[in-house]
């Protein structure tokens, strides 16, 4: 089901068509504000366009790390558990001896 969702960023209301849960885009579109404002209390004296381009490239930034943080968070996981594995597999071959 599409919905319209209108969103305000930089004082500029655009409606948007999605299937997306409203919600979430209303969520969105407060992260990528809150962004712009921080960046602004920066003194970013900027043209709107490219305020928005770094507010997109920080939180595109944030993104990836946290990705980057979670697959290294899941590939320490795994080792751990292989070396679980490996010692059971130890102790179950000394029992049997």
């Known amino acids: 089901m599409t919905h319209s969702v209108d969103v305000t960023l930089l004082g500029r209301t655009l409606t948007i068509r999605t299937q997306d849960n409203p919600e979430q885009v209303l969520a969105a579109a407060k992260l990528v504000q809150?962004?712009?404002?921080?960046?602004?209390?920066?003194?970013?004296?900027?043209?709107?366009?490219?305020?928005?381009?770094?507010?997109?490239?920080?939180?595109?930034?944030?993104i990836l790390t946290r990705q980057g943080t979670q697959?290294?968070?899941?590939?320490t996981l795994l080792s751990a558990l292989d070396d679980v594995v490996l010692?059971?597999?130890?102790?179950?071959?000394?029992?049997?001896?």
């Open 34 to 62: 809150d962004k712009l404002d921080e960046l602004h209390q920066l003194g970013s004296a900027v043209a709107s366009d490219r305020l928005l381009a770094l507010a997109a490239l920080n939180l595109a930034g944030e």
């Open 87 to 97: 010692q059971a597999e130890g102790l179950a071959k000394a029992l049997l001896r």
């Open 71 to 75: 697959i290294e968070g899941a590939d």
